[in-house]
Protein backbone atom coordinates (compact mmCIF):
# COMPACT_ATOMS: atom_id res chain seq x y z
CA UNK A 1 0.00 0.00 0.00
CA UNK A 2 1.22 3.69 -0.63
CA UNK A 3 1.90 5.90 2.04
CA UNK A 4 0.24 8.68 2.54
CA UNK A 5 3.02 10.92 2.66
CA UNK A 6 4.07 9.64 -1.03
CA UNK A 7 0.58 10.02 -2.32
CA UNK A 8 1.16 13.31 -1.00
CA UNK A 9 4.09 13.97 -2.86
CA UNK A 10 2.91 12.45 -5.91
CA UNK A 11 -0.33 14.33 -6.10
CA UNK A 12 1.69 17.79 -5.55
CA UNK A 13 4.12 16.79 -8.40
CA UNK A 14 1.31 15.78 -10.97
CA UNK A 15 -0.30 19.47 -9.59
CA UNK A 16 2.70 21.12 -10.66
CA UNK A 17 3.39 19.34 -14.08
CA UNK A 18 0.08 19.72 -15.33
CA UNK A 19 0.07 23.40 -14.54
CA UNK A 20 3.33 23.82 -16.03
CA UNK A 21 2.40 21.93 -18.79
CA UNK A 22 -0.81 24.35 -19.11
CA UNK A 23 1.69 27.24 -18.98
CA UNK A 24 3.33 25.61 -22.18
CA UNK A 25 -0.08 25.99 -24.00
CA UNK A 26 1.52 26.70 -27.60
CA UNK A 27 3.48 23.57 -27.85
CA UNK A 28 1.51 20.90 -26.49
CA UNK A 29 -0.62 18.91 -27.59
CA UNK A 30 -4.49 20.09 -26.00
CA UNK A 31 -6.74 17.15 -26.56
CA UNK A 32 -4.32 14.69 -24.67
CA UNK A 33 -3.68 17.83 -21.43
CA UNK A 34 -7.04 18.15 -21.30
CA UNK A 35 -7.53 14.44 -20.94
CA UNK A 36 -5.07 13.88 -18.69
CA UNK A 37 -6.55 17.23 -16.55
CA UNK A 38 -9.85 15.64 -15.95
CA UNK A 39 -8.32 12.46 -15.25
CA UNK A 40 -6.84 13.96 -12.22
CA UNK A 41 -8.15 12.77 -8.61
CA UNK A 42 -9.83 15.34 -6.36
CA UNK A 43 -6.28 16.03 -4.03
CA UNK A 44 -4.49 16.96 -7.30
CA UNK A 45 -6.99 19.39 -8.50
CA UNK A 46 -7.45 21.04 -5.04
CA UNK A 47 -3.28 21.25 -4.87
CA UNK A 48 -3.53 23.01 -8.15
CA UNK A 49 -5.72 25.32 -6.55
CA UNK A 50 -3.33 26.64 -4.12
CA UNK A 51 -0.34 27.11 -6.69
CA UNK A 52 0.70 30.79 -7.85
CA UNK A 53 -0.74 31.35 -10.92
CA UNK A 54 -3.33 28.60 -11.19
CA UNK A 55 -6.30 30.54 -11.44
CA UNK A 56 -6.71 30.01 -15.33
CA UNK A 57 -5.66 26.66 -15.13
CA UNK A 58 -8.83 26.18 -12.76
CA UNK A 59 -11.00 28.73 -14.92
CA UNK A 60 -10.15 25.75 -17.73
CA UNK A 61 -11.27 23.32 -16.05
CA UNK A 62 -14.33 24.71 -14.84
CA UNK A 63 -15.20 25.10 -18.81
CA UNK A 64 -14.35 21.59 -19.73
CA UNK A 65 -16.27 20.18 -16.85
CA UNK A 66 -19.41 22.71 -18.13
CA UNK A 67 -19.21 21.74 -21.59
CA UNK A 68 -18.28 25.04 -22.35
CA UNK A 69 -14.87 23.93 -23.88
CA UNK A 70 -14.69 21.23 -26.08
CA UNK A 71 -12.08 18.49 -24.75
CA UNK A 72 -9.76 19.40 -27.80
CA UNK A 73 -9.49 22.98 -27.14
CA UNK A 74 -8.45 26.11 -24.40
CA UNK A 75 -10.79 28.83 -24.51
CA UNK A 76 -9.28 31.92 -25.42
CA UNK A 77 -10.38 33.12 -21.95
CA UNK A 78 -8.82 30.91 -20.39
CA UNK A 79 -5.99 30.83 -22.15
CA UNK A 80 -2.58 30.99 -19.98
CA UNK A 81 -1.65 33.91 -21.01
CA UNK A 82 -4.82 35.79 -21.11
CA UNK A 83 -4.48 38.02 -17.98
CA UNK A 84 -1.68 40.24 -19.55
CA UNK A 85 -3.13 42.86 -21.55
CA UNK A 86 -3.88 46.52 -21.00
CA UNK A 87 -0.15 47.52 -20.40
CA UNK A 88 1.00 50.91 -21.60
CA UNK A 89 3.40 50.16 -25.32
CA UNK A 90 6.83 49.76 -24.49
CA UNK A 91 9.45 50.76 -26.92
CA UNK A 92 10.82 46.89 -27.98
CA UNK A 93 11.50 45.51 -31.03
CA UNK A 94 10.33 42.54 -32.31
CA UNK A 95 12.30 39.47 -30.80
CA UNK A 96 15.18 38.20 -33.15
CA UNK A 97 14.94 34.51 -34.00
CA UNK A 98 17.21 32.29 -31.35
CA UNK A 99 20.34 31.48 -33.10
CA UNK A 100 22.42 30.52 -30.50
CA UNK A 101 23.22 26.81 -30.29
CA UNK A 102 23.04 25.29 -26.72
CA UNK A 103 26.02 23.31 -27.03
CA UNK A 104 26.23 20.40 -24.55
CA UNK A 105 30.04 20.85 -25.11
CA UNK A 106 29.93 24.30 -23.76
CA UNK A 107 28.63 23.15 -20.41
CA UNK A 108 30.46 21.65 -17.53
CA UNK A 109 28.44 20.13 -14.51
CA UNK A 110 30.83 17.36 -14.05
CA UNK A 111 30.92 18.73 -10.44
CA UNK A 112 26.91 18.47 -9.89
CA UNK A 113 26.72 22.12 -8.35
CA UNK A 114 22.47 22.77 -8.01
CA UNK A 115 21.06 25.36 -8.88
CA UNK A 116 21.67 28.71 -7.02
CA UNK A 117 19.24 28.98 -4.12
CA UNK A 118 18.46 32.73 -5.48
CA UNK A 119 17.43 31.16 -8.98
CA UNK A 120 16.03 28.29 -8.28
CA UNK A 121 13.80 29.97 -5.43
CA UNK A 122 12.76 32.62 -8.90
CA UNK A 123 11.68 29.43 -10.62
CA UNK A 124 9.62 28.44 -7.88
CA UNK A 125 8.08 31.35 -7.60
CA UNK A 126 7.50 32.33 -10.87
CA UNK A 127 3.84 32.58 -11.63
CA UNK A 128 2.93 33.95 -14.89
CA UNK A 129 2.13 37.19 -14.68
CA UNK A 130 4.15 40.44 -15.68
CA UNK A 131 4.89 41.92 -12.53
CA UNK A 132 7.05 38.42 -11.67
CA UNK A 133 9.17 39.30 -14.66
CA UNK A 134 9.21 42.94 -13.30
CA UNK A 135 10.95 41.33 -10.02
CA UNK A 136 13.36 39.35 -11.70
CA UNK A 137 14.69 42.56 -13.61
CA UNK A 138 14.67 44.24 -10.16
CA UNK A 139 16.43 41.39 -8.43
CA UNK A 140 18.85 40.29 -11.36
CA UNK A 141 19.21 42.98 -13.31
CA UNK A 142 18.41 43.60 -17.06
CA UNK A 143 20.28 40.90 -18.04
CA UNK A 144 18.33 38.11 -16.03
CA UNK A 145 17.32 35.87 -18.78
CA UNK A 146 20.41 35.49 -19.76
CA UNK A 147 21.70 34.82 -15.77
CA UNK A 148 18.97 32.18 -16.13
CA UNK A 149 19.84 30.60 -19.12
CA UNK A 150 23.77 30.46 -18.31
CA UNK A 151 22.52 28.97 -15.17
CA UNK A 152 20.45 26.16 -16.20
CA UNK A 153 23.23 25.23 -19.07
CA UNK A 154 25.75 25.66 -16.30
CA UNK A 155 24.09 24.33 -13.14
CA UNK A 156 22.52 20.50 -12.48
CA UNK A 157 19.13 21.33 -12.49
CA UNK A 158 15.86 18.84 -12.13
CA UNK A 159 13.24 18.35 -14.44
CA UNK A 160 10.95 20.32 -12.71
CA UNK A 161 13.36 23.58 -12.67
CA UNK A 162 13.94 23.20 -16.27
CA UNK A 163 9.83 23.26 -17.28
CA UNK A 164 9.77 26.13 -14.77
CA UNK A 165 12.52 28.05 -16.77
CA UNK A 166 10.87 26.82 -20.11
CA UNK A 167 7.72 28.12 -18.70
CA UNK A 168 9.44 31.46 -18.33
CA UNK A 169 11.25 31.49 -21.51
CA UNK A 170 8.15 31.19 -23.20
CA UNK A 171 6.21 33.80 -21.37
CA UNK A 172 8.65 36.43 -21.49
CA UNK A 173 8.94 35.58 -25.26
CA UNK A 174 5.02 36.10 -25.54
CA UNK A 175 4.83 39.47 -22.99
CA UNK A 176 8.04 40.85 -25.42
CA UNK A 177 5.62 40.22 -28.78
CA UNK A 178 2.70 41.85 -26.94
CA UNK A 179 4.46 45.19 -26.26
CA UNK A 180 6.19 45.16 -30.11
CA UNK A 181 2.71 44.50 -31.76
CA UNK A 182 0.87 47.26 -29.26
CA UNK A 183 3.69 49.64 -30.25
CA UNK A 184 3.33 48.86 -34.01
CA UNK A 185 -0.29 50.95 -33.12
CA UNK A 186 1.70 53.99 -32.37
CA UNK A 187 4.18 53.93 -35.06
CA UNK A 188 2.80 51.86 -37.70
CA UNK A 189 4.66 50.09 -40.07
CA UNK A 190 2.64 47.98 -42.95
CA UNK A 191 4.98 45.96 -44.25
CA UNK A 192 6.42 45.72 -40.01
CA UNK A 193 3.01 45.27 -39.35
CA UNK A 194 2.13 42.36 -42.40
CA UNK A 195 5.28 40.14 -40.93
CA UNK A 196 4.23 40.10 -37.50
CA UNK A 197 1.05 39.13 -38.35
CA UNK A 198 1.75 36.32 -40.77
CA UNK A 199 4.73 35.18 -38.32
CA UNK A 200 3.12 35.62 -34.93
CA UNK A 201 -0.91 35.88 -34.96
CA UNK A 202 -1.19 32.45 -33.58
CA UNK A 203 0.56 33.62 -30.49
CA UNK A 204 -1.16 37.23 -30.16
CA UNK A 205 -4.29 34.95 -29.86
CA UNK A 206 -3.17 33.64 -26.36
CA UNK A 207 -4.24 36.49 -25.00
CA UNK A 208 -7.57 36.04 -25.48
CA UNK A 209 -10.02 38.32 -26.35
CA UNK A 210 -7.59 41.14 -25.76
CA UNK A 211 -5.30 39.31 -28.61
CA UNK A 212 -8.43 39.20 -30.99
CA UNK A 213 -8.82 43.14 -31.04
CA UNK A 214 -5.50 43.79 -31.00
CA UNK A 215 -4.51 41.54 -34.46
CA UNK A 216 -8.25 43.41 -35.44
CA UNK A 217 -6.83 46.57 -35.12
CA UNK A 218 -3.16 45.46 -36.77
CA UNK A 219 -4.74 44.16 -39.51
CA UNK A 220 -6.97 47.17 -39.93
CA UNK A 221 -3.49 49.22 -39.81
CA UNK A 222 -2.23 47.03 -42.94
CA UNK A 223 -4.88 47.35 -45.03
CA UNK A 224 -4.96 51.70 -44.63
Do not use: C
Amino acid sequence: MVSSSHQSASDQLLARQLLNRFRQAAVIDIAVFNRDLLAANADVINIISTLPGAHQLMLHLDNLKSGHTPKDQIDPSAMPFAMVTGSAAKPVFLPEPDTEENDSKETDISSHVPLPNKIATAFETFDSSYEKLEHFQKDFGDDWIDQFSEAVRTFDTTPAQKDQFDAILSYKKLIDLWFTAQGMIESPNTDVIKDLLDNHQDDLNKFGDDGAKLIETLKTLAQS
